[in-house]
């Protein structure tokens, strides 16, 4: 599972990644939120921990991360007035810590944040292995008979992932969107489709005759195999 932690000190970073990593977390790390909201659809994650000296300072950048996205979001902070709290809360943050902050506790808060969350960590995923095509969540590598295996990206894997489960189903774009990108606003076909011609190169023995991702023009997408009725 993915985790972006955002703090402009660099030894608070480390000692939080550190902590974060020990749990079973991957870990990313920013200075700035505003550099996570604007590579978001590139670089998503399962969940964002904020470290920052006056969290009421955050307001308006959170604003903007909440209009892109609704993945649980953990700020850690110096001490706050009710009005700075609650606003902080209004804006879209799920859990406030204030400093000092015990390690252990801030591992539950963590864990308990990503338990309620509809995201699914990777390293819980059951392998899939649907006769011609095999997925390892583990490893993101997708191999399909006759073809070398494959290692997907994090988006590309999210994608396959889906469709695999809901195999012979139409999935709508936008739930695509919400499912692959955490992105809860108005939905971008061109975005999908990308990631979709992406990961057949990856799969698809003809690019030109998809075998395995279908397009429901104007709906969506599924998966199919030849012998699906």
Request: glycine share 6%; proline share 7%.
């Amino acid at each position: 599972m993915q985790v972006i932690l955002v703090s402009h000190s660099p030894d608070e970073r480390d000692i939080l990644t550190y902590l974060l990593k020990h749990t079973g977390l991957s870990v990313a790390t920013s200075p700035e939120l505003s550099r996570v909201t604007a590579r978001w659809l590139e670089r998503p994650s399962d969940l964002i921990v904020i470290a920052w000296h006056d969290g009421s300072e955050l307001t308006a950048a959170i604003n903007e991360l909440r209009s892109i996205t609704q993945v649980p979001l953990l700020l850690i902070s110096t001490s706050l007035s009710e009005d700075q709290h609650c606003g902080l809360l209004q804006a879209g943050v799920d859990i406030i810590l204030i400093r000092p902050v015990a390690p252990r506790l801030l591992v539950e808060y963590v864990r308990g944040l990503l338990r309620r969350t509809r995201t699914v960590p990777t390293f819980v995923l059951p392998p899939l292995n649907i006769t011609e095509i095999q997925l390892d969540p583990d490893t993101r590598i997708v191999t399909v008979r006759g073809q070398e295996p494959s290692r997907l990206t994090q988006l590309e894997f999210r994608l396959l992932y889906v469709l695999m489960v809901n195999r012979g189903q139409v999935i709508p774009v936008d739930t695509i969107v919400e499912r692959v990108w955490g992105y809860s606003g108005q939905s971008s076909r061109e975005l999908v489709r990308g990631l979709v011609s992406r990961l057949r190169r990856k799969i698809e023995p003809d690019l030109h005759n998809p075998r395995f991702i279908q397009n429901i023009p104007g709906v969506g997408y599924l998966f199919s195999l030849e012998d699906d009725p």
